[in-house]
Every structure is written in C-alpha cells, then in structure tokens.
C-alpha cells in the first residue's frame, strides 16, 4: 500500500478552489492508500501571521477537513509544528539543495515580484521544507496541482542528491497523483483570478460554510457575459466567466465541460446558475453544518490533531533520526 502524504495552509475555513481542487481528492485517496494529512501551519509563517489568528485558523481548517470527509482514526490529521522531525529534515534538506534550484523556482518569483530583496528567507526555502514534509514520512505518493509540479520535482532532486552524496538509497522517488481534470476554480467577480480566500470581496468566492441563501446569491451575482452558454467547449474561448462557472458545474457533476453545455448549451445565465446554484448547496450544505459541529467544540479538534500528531511522530522520527545519522550527527 502506498504512503500518500499532502498538506494544506491554515487559511481558516477554506473555499470551492481549496475542496475541488485538493480536499475532495484526499478523501477519494484514503480508498486504498495510506494517508498522512497535514495543516502546514509551519509554511504559513513564510508571511507574518496574528498568532491568535493563525491558531484559530488552524482548528477552522482541520474542522473542515474532518468535515469534508477526512478519517482521522483510519489516517493520520495533524498540524506540522506539532512533528519536530520536519524541521529536523529540512536544515539537512537546506544543505543539499542549491541555491541555483531554489533561484528557479516560479511560484518564489511570483510571489516575492519586484520586492524580492524584502521577502522572508522561509518563503525562499519553502520547498526545502515541503520536501521535507513528504520525505520525513518516505511517502511515494503526493497529490498535486500544477503550481505545485515544480517544487515536487525539487524533492526528489533532493532526495537523489541525498542518497547520492551519502552512498545509500534511503529516500524514495516520489510520485505525483492527478485524480482526473485538475478543477481550477475562479473568481466569481474575475474569471482570470483564482478563486482566493485573500480577495477582499467575500463575493468572489464560495466559502465551505455558506449557508445556502448566501451561495445562491453569490451565484445570481456572478460574472458573466451577454451570450448565451455556447453548444460545445470551444465557444467558451475567451470567455472565462463562462467557463469558471461549466467548470464548477462539470466537476460538482463528475462530467466535462462538453456533458455540462449538452444539457445547457443555447440556455441564458439566470437558469444555468439557478441549477449550479441548487448543485452547490447540495454538495456544500451538509459539509457547511459538520463543520460548523465540530468549531463548536475546539477541544474535540485539539484532540483529534494531538492523537494524529503523536502517530506521525512515530513514523516520522525514526526515519529522520535515521537521516541524521546517515549525514554523521552524534546521537547519543
């Protein structure tokens, strides 16, 4: 059985991007796998954090993981400050990989732009720490979605580098696991842009806990353009609020883009998002009221991530205690 390991950032209580595009493929995952999910409360301190906030986002994310469907007694949930063996990996990881990998990475240069001399150092080393998350576990598998590519190739760059300098085969080539057409979903108010929890409209996104008048609305206020929905994919080109909002409706459906517009195309907006609107509070309803449940007892999350941390441990410690005495750390 294969060892899946993935992580998400605490960014509160996540939205339609976050749930099609990785929490939905977790869960599918757990069928014949076996799963280590993480909150990676540690990569969200590349930007300055409220510390009350970022623990209080923490719980939010984890609520909604166990909302959405996550095992945590089957599997493994925790968040990764509580498993020093990752940062215990990572400084060694900062001393394999090369500067020049790290000066390649696009996802560094989109986010520190023009202002990269004033960026943290974490968010320059972030990969180093990614592969750490993955390796410290010797998982083979990782669920990914393009932005994330690059940086999985990076670890295993460092994992080759790693057995190659020590003479040993310790770390293992690492997998990525695409689970059908990546769902990339969009701004409700921009189909350009992401769908993000950081935009500062609410309207732009569908948040996990809406309640169902609210995604209704946000659907009704959506976007769009004059024509109607065309009768094949190719009449969305260039029109991206069209095709956010099939895409959306395609991957709720478990159909493409070409099953969605047989069944709507020639069809205005106003009955096409009534339908979307209807498919979203019927996925999303029932994940919105669990998660709700467990917010309302902080402690049974607390513990749930306790008991996921304690068992990471026990697999993640000996394989970097390992590590440690490959490189010739004294342990005595």
Same mark, same amino acid.
């Given at each position: 059985?294969?060892?899946?390991? $993935? ?6 209580v996540p ?8 929490? *939905? /493929? ?32 923490? *719980?939010?994310? &984890? &609520?909604?993981?166990?909302?959405? @469907? #996550? ?5 493994? +949930?925790? /968040? ?8 215990? !990996?990572?400084? #060694? ?8 990998? !790290? ?25 180093? +720490?990614m592969a ?8 083979? *598998? ?15 760059? #460092? ?27 969009? $701004? ?7 769908? $993000? ?10 948040? =996990? ?12 206020? &959506? ?5 109607? !929905? ?13 095709? /956010?909002?099939? @895409? ?10 070409? @099953?969605? +517009?047989?069944?709507? @195309? ?34 049974? #999350?607390d513990a ?25 750390? =004294?342990?005595?």
């Amino acid at each position: 059985m294969h060892r899946v390991f $993935s992580g998400i950032q605490p960014s509160g209580v996540p939205q339609l991007g976050n749930y099609l595009g990785a929490m *939905r /493929n977790w869960v599918a995952l757990q069928d014949g796998h076996e799963c280590i999910y993480c909150v990676v409360d540690l990569h969200a301190l590349t930007t300055w954090q409220d510390p009350k906030q970022l623990a209080s986002q923490t *719980r939010e994310m &984890a &609520a909604s993981l166990l909302a959405c @469907g #996550i095992d945590a007694k089957q599997h493994i +949930l925790f /968040n990764q400050s509580a498993v020093p063996a990752h940062v215990r !990996l990572a400084w #060694i990881f900062n001393c394999v990989a090369r500067m020049g990998w !790290l000066n390649r990475m696009t996802q560094f240069k989109d986010k520190a732009g023009k202002d990269r001399e004033n960026v943290s150092t974490g968010l320059f080393v972030y990969p180093n +720490l990614m592969a750490a998350d993955i390796l410290a576990y010797r998982a083979t *598998r990782v669920p990914v979605g393009d932005d994330q590519r690059q940086h999985l190739e990076l670890a295993n760059d #460092i994992a080759q580098k790693f057995n190659h300098d020590y003479a040993t085969e310790f770390f293992p080539a690492i997998e990525p696991v695409i689970l059908g057409v990546a769902a990339r979903v969009m $701004s409700l108010r921009d189909g350009t842009k992401k769908m $993000s929890k950081s935009d500062p409209s609410d309207q732009s996104r569908i948040n =996990l806990t809406d309640e169902p008048e609210a995604i209704a609305l946000k659907i009704r206020r &959506a976007k769009t353009d004059p024509a109607p !929905l065309p009768g094949d994919p190719a009449g969305l080109e260039g029109r991206p609020e069209a095709a /956010n909002l099939v @895409g959306i409706y395609a991957a709720l459906a478990g159909t493409d883009l070409a @099953g969605v +517009l047989r069944e709507h @195309g020639g069809k205005g907006f106003g009955a096409f998002k009534e339908a979307l609107a209807e498919l979203l509070i019927s996925h999303l309803s029932p994940i919105a009221e669990e998660t709700r449940r467990w917010l309302d007892d902080p402690g049974a #999350i607390d513990a749930v991530l306790r008991d996921g941390a304690a068992r990471a441990a026990e697999i993640a410690d000996p394989i970097v205690d390992e590590a440690e005495r490959l490189v010739g750390l =004294l342990k005595p």
